[in-house]
């Protein structure tokens, strides 16, 4: 159980780091439709929230992975589970930022037809490469997401299994209680 702790331990750290990376990447983005006074794209905005929830998130994971119990395994596995969803959600709304030819992605096209509607600088080179960036980085934290989310499962069911051997007693199911409440009758 430690080795396994110690790879979900290196594999938060590496979430971590890129959530900070793609935080800021989608910050910029936000802050670049702020400054043209456009309302942000939700491919924009939601990689950028769900970020700085993560980032909270897990660096009291990564503090506390050593100490964590059964039960909040069991709750590290459902938080794991929300943010791989909200990042599958980022990835199906930026599906049309993934062409290798910049100028065809859709948060590009959008960012740079805002800032040269508002009579600023569209900053179009420099604004392909953080498209991609932010399509790339989400994709990454998702398939992370994935992974610790099987982790945490794993480690939540040796957790349970320890503890049964502890105990001596394994925890009642639903159906056992069911068959024990019919005997009696």
Not at 53 to 77: D, E, K, P, Q
Not at 120 to 148: S, W
Not at 149 to 156: E, N, S, V, W
Request: charged fraction near 15%; include cysteine.
């Amino acid at each position: 159980m430690f080795f396994a702790k110690a790879g979900l331990w290196f594999v938060r750290i590496a979430q971590w780091c890129i959530a900070v990376s793609l935080l800021g990447v989608s910050g910029y983005l936000v802050n670049q439709y702020a400054q043209a006074h456009s309302r942000v794209p939700a491919a924009v905005w939601l990689p950028c929230i769900a970020s700085a929830f993560a980032i909270c998130i897990m660096f009291y994971s990564i503090l506390l992975l050593y100490c964590l119990g059964r039960l909040l395994l069991h709750i590290a596995a459902f938080f794991d589970f929300c943010f791989m969803v909200t990042y599958i959600a980022a990835l199906v709304l930026n599906r049309n930022n993934f062409h290798s030819d910049g100028t065809q992605n859709e948060t590009w096209r959008s960012l740079t037809g805002t800032r040269a509607a508002a009579g600023l600088t569209a900053n179009a080179g420099k604004n392909q490469g953080i498209v991609k960036a932010l399509a790339g980085l989400t994709t990454t934290l998702m398939v992370l997401f994935i992974l610790t989310t099987l982790m945490c499962i794993h480690l939540a069911h040796l957790a349970d299994e320890r503890h049964e051997e502890k105990t001596g007693h394994r925890r009642r199911s639903s159906s056992g209680v069911r068959r024990a409440r019919t005997s009696r009758v």
